[in-house]
């Protein structure tokens, strides 16, 4: 099949070049530009039946003049003392000013009595918007009071900065913009780079280059286009990751396609023929590479929180395209460009198999039960590390330190509690209105939970059937304390502490973040296992057998346990973190599970295919990483670099993932893909495939001994 349609690509170059072109540049023009379609709140994405979800509702219904986002200015002397009574006049002024400023605020609260802290150091203005954090309105309202407060306070001796829900989530837009920008320019050169490092030649670095970029495009337009289509929303996080996947795993598919293709130019072959050889040969392994990937991203449609579910789509949409234009639109340049795709190199007209991934064959093919005790003794001490990891969900510690949310966050703890940053609600609803004398012992039980640093003044609806109690919790609310208090001891109190008819619901960001940690666990729950038996179906449909698959994707699990141990020990107890994004382990099981899966694909498709020559399964071994090993080796270096160029991005959650992916893909492919796999297959000989069809072999030890010989019968074969 891959050899006809390289056939019907070479023999039509042009026409399918121009109609790339022609289909790109139309979806592009027409799609919605994928920014009007990103939610940057994570708890938005959260499913209905979520108890903070049903909180939100049950709040819009009874206080209808009071949903939407909130944040916190907080104004201290500049000169570090406490805040005078010449002061206090000065922040009443300007929160007077600031009333009347955009009809997006719907009340800015300021009291004198209870807004300056304890200790005199802090002011607190509290401010309400009619519409969510995402809301284009929002954002620009956070811009404008930011100014506004900026421009009232010049001279006054106060400073001031805006923090809580609204400015976090305008400020980590802002952040992870700028980060995209960094991360492409980046990755764009790192590429460049390391292509002409590799080939030796501008045409051949430009080639992978320019073919993903238009993917870039079309995938980006097509994921908007499906969001606006089925009207759902997808995370801020979406345009970077779709950067770094395409030009990452779009890079490994076209060299696959690349190396093979010089291998060919370097047997004698004539460069159409070549480019149909080398299609037909590493056709079938891109195709269940790129299968492999979209199952894993497709396996995220069985997540519960909207995050994952539509990240992994819109992902998957990303590498369907790129493998059409991998077994399309880049047989067709090269058909046109012959042996200029190589141009000035001489590499395609010398001969294949030597250097240092040869000897590192044979060492495997010598040494393959000592090879597998290394490899094995490296990931299990690194996945030791996996039993400490502690997710974060903060997303303040998520932020650039330099930016004004964060500031103000940390100067607001200098005078009240780091809850009051965003208090948590708890809601009662009754079918009949409550008495004071009911309220008044419930906010006095929920008080009393350890925990709770003071309850603020409860709020009834017109009806008297439900009442909001506002809670200043004393840990950050982002904090996973906060998260255990809010789920756990607080939420149990309460619901005991209420009349018996009453309906308690927890609300407010702290119980939002309590109810993603427990929908991301049953989600990875459910996805993980999902994605095993989905791996192990489709390398049993590349390799025809049974018992490889199922070790093969083991070893890509053990590469993984050994990705989060190792991040988990530089983050958390090297650099002191309180934990690690709790995204990681969907993004590591994205990328680097299901990208040590192509790799493991690309070296067992070698290794089989050297079997149905006639050798044995270590020289077998041995030649499939002299052959395969550069371009999986250059294809996860190339990866690796993508995701490194995260490090650069100022984002502590792109910094911690950068890591850990480019930790993860050096790991399995170096370890996993060109050590622990060959051996292992070298190990169990003609059982691996069983119980698939057993080619006939050849028992030869020429590979340890003469490994020229061998080579020239790789080149005649």
Known sequence: MFARIARAVT???WFVIVGWVVAAATIIIFAPRISHVTNSDQAAFLPDTAESVRAAELARRAFPDAHGATA????????????TPADVETISRLVQRLAGGSATVRGIQFDPQRSISANGAIGLVGVGFTAAAADESVRDAVGT???????????SGLTAGMTGEAAIVVDNKQAFADAELIVTIATLILIVVLLL???????AALVPLLTVGLVLGV??????????TFDFQVGQELPTMLTVVLFGIGTDYILFVLFRYRERLRAGDAPRDAIVAAIERVGEAIFSAAFAVIAAFGALVLAALGFFTTLGPALAIGVLVMLLAALTLVPAVLALLGWRAFWPSKSAQRPSGRGAFATVGRLVARRPAAVVVASVALLGGLATGAFAFSPDYDPIGQLPAKTEATRAFADLKLGFPAGALQPTDIYIATSRPLTEAEIGAFVQRVAGVQGVASPLAPRVALDGRTVQVPLVLADEPYAAAALDLASG??????????PADAIVLLGGQTMALADVRDTTNRDLAVIFPVAGVLFVLILAGLLRALLAPVYLVAMVVAGFAATLGGSTLLFEWALGHAGLAFTIPI?????????GTDYNILMTARIREEVRDGRGPREAAGLAIAHAGPSVAAAAVILAGTFGALLVSGVPFFVEIGFAVTLGILIVAFVVSLLLVPATTALLGRAAWWPGTRPPTRASASFAVDHDVTVAETRRS
Do not use: H
């Open 219 to 228: 995938s980006t337009s097509l994921a908007a286009m499906a969001a606006k």
């Open 197 to 203: 490092l590799i080939f030796r030649s501008p045409i």
């Open 489 to 498: 001891p607080l939420r149990d109190v309460a619901r005991a502490a209420a």
């Open 587 to 595: 993004i590591l099981y994205l990328f680097v599970t299901a990208i």
């Open 72 to 83: 916190v200015i907080v104004v201290k002397r500049v000169d570090g003392a406490a805040v």
């Open 145 to 155: 009071l930011r100014r506004d407060t900026a421009t009232a306070l010049t001279g």
């Open 11 to 13: 023999a039509r170059p």
